[in-house]
C-alpha cells in the first residue's frame, strides 16, 4: 500500500508513509471486509459511510504540513482510522462525528489498535470544536460546498485547514491557511468524499 498507492503518487512526507505503515487499517472495519483492508478504495463502514482511500488520508496529513507538536482537530471521524494515523503524527487528536453508533465504534476501534490518546466526541463538526479551539490544523473527511467559518475561526494562526470543497459527487481537496489578511486557499488534488452533514454543511 505504502509504496503502490502512496510513494508512487507523489506522498512524500517521511513522517506520513512511516505513519500509514504504522496503523492496522483491518481493525478500523467491519470483519467482513478485512481481506480487502489495504485497498485502493474507500470502503464501507456502515451508516451508508465510508472509510476514506488510503491515499487521502495520506493526501490530507501532507498538506497539514504536520511536525509532531500539534494539537489537531479531525472532523467526520468514520471509521477512526485517519485519526488513528494523525495519532502517529501529533501530540494531541480530538475527532469529531455526528452518528454515534460511528463515534462508538471507532472508539473502541482505537482503544483496539493503541490510541486511547484520541478523544471522540459526538457532534455537528461543521461547528468545530470550540471548548477544545484553537487548533494548529484541521481534517475534515466529509465534502463541503464551501469553507465552514467556525472551522476556520478555530484555527491558530498560520493554522491548516484542509477540506473537499466542491460539488455533492465530485471535489477538489483545498488547503487553507489562516493568515492575518484572511484565508490563504491552495486547490489541489481532484477527490469525491461523503457529504459533510450539519450547519456548515450540505444542510
Ligand atoms: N476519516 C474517516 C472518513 C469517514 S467518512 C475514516 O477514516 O474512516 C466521513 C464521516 O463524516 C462520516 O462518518 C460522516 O458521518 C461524518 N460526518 C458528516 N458530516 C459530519 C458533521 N457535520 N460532523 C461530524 N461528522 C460528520
Same mark, same amino acid.
Given at each position: 500500500?505504502?509504496? #503502490?498507492? *502512496?510513494?508512487?503518487?507523489?506522498?512524500?512526507?517521511?513522517?506520513?508513509?512511516?505513519?500509514?505503515?504504522?496503523?492496522?487499517? $483491518?481493525?478500523? *472495519?467491519?470483519?467482513?471486509?478485512?481481506?480487502?483492508?489495504?485497498?485502493?478504495?474507500?470502503?464501507? &463502514?456502515?451508516?451508508?459511510?465510508?472509510?476514506?482511500?488510503?491515499?487521502?488520508?495520506?493526501?490530507?496529513? $501532507?498538506?497539514?504540513?504536520?511536525?509532531?507538536?500539534?494539537?489537531?482537530?479531525?472532523?467526520?471521524?468514520?471509521?477512526?482510522?485517519?485519526?488513528?494515523?494523525?495519532?502517529?503524527?501529533?501530540?494531541?487528536?480530538?475527532? &469529531? $462525528?455526528?452518528?454515534?453508533?460511528?463515534?462508538?465504534?471507532?472508539?473502541?476501534?482505537?482503544? $483496539?489498535?493503541?490510541?486511547?490518546?484520541?478523544?471522540?466526541?459526538?457532534?455537528? !463538526?461543521?461547528? !468545530? *470544536?470550540?471548548?477544545?479551539?484553537?487548533?494548529?490544523? &484541521?481534517?475534515?473527511?466529509?465534502?463541503?460546498? #464551501?469553507?465552514?467559518?467556525?472551522?476556520?475561526?478555530?484555527?491558530?494562526?498560520?493554522?491548516?485547514?484542509? &477540506? +473537499?470543497?466542491?460539488?455533492?459527487?465530485?471535489?477538489? *481537496?483545498?488547503?487553507?491557511?489562516?493568515? +492575518?489578511? !484572511?484565508?490563504?486557499?491552495?486547490?489541489?488534488?481532484?477527490?469525491?468524499?461523503?457529504?459533510?452533514? !450539519?450547519?456548515?454543511?450540505?444542510?
Amino acid at each position: 500500500m505504502v509504496e #503502490g498507492q *502512496l510513494r508512487d503518487r507523489e506522498i512524500s512526507d517521511t513522517r506520513v508513509l512511516a505513519a500509514m505503515g504504522r496503523v492496522p487499517r $483491518e481493525v478500523f *472495519l467491519p470483519p467482513e471486509w478485512h481481506g480487502r483492508a489495504y485497498d485502493d478504495a474507500a470502503l464501507p &463502514i456502515g451508516e451508508g459511510q465510508t472509510m476514506s482511500q488510503p491515499y487521502m488520508v495520506a493526501r490530507i496529513c $501532507e498538506e497539514l504540513a504536520l511536525t509532531g507538536r500539534e494539537h489537531v482537530l479531525d472532523v467526520g471521524t468514520g471509521s477512526g482510522y485517519q485519526a488513528a494515523v494523525l495519532a502517529e503524527l501529533v501530540e494531541r487528536v480530538e475527532t &469529531i $462525528e455526528r452518528i454515534p453508533a460511528l463515534a462508538e465504534r471507532a472508539r473502541s476501534s482505537l482503544r $483496539e489498535a493503541g490510541y486511547d490518546r484520541v478523544r471522540v466526541h459526538v457532534g455537528d !463538526g461543521t461547528l !468545530g *470544536l470550540p471548548e477544545e479551539a484553537p487548533f494548529d490544523a &484541521i481534517a475534515v473527511a466529509a465534502a463541503a460546498s #464551501g469553507i465552514p467559518p467556525q472551522l476556520y475561526e478555530q484555527l491558530k494562526p498560520r493554522g491548516r485547514l484542509v &477540506i +473537499p470543497i466542491g460539488k455533492r459527487r465530485v471535489q477538489r *481537496l483545498q488547503v487553507v491557511v489562516r493568515s +492575518p489578511e !484572511g484565508p490563504a486557499v491552495l486547490r489541489t488534488v481532484p477527490c469525491r468524499f461523503v457529504p459533510l452533514v !450539519g450547519e456548515g454543511g450540505f444542510g
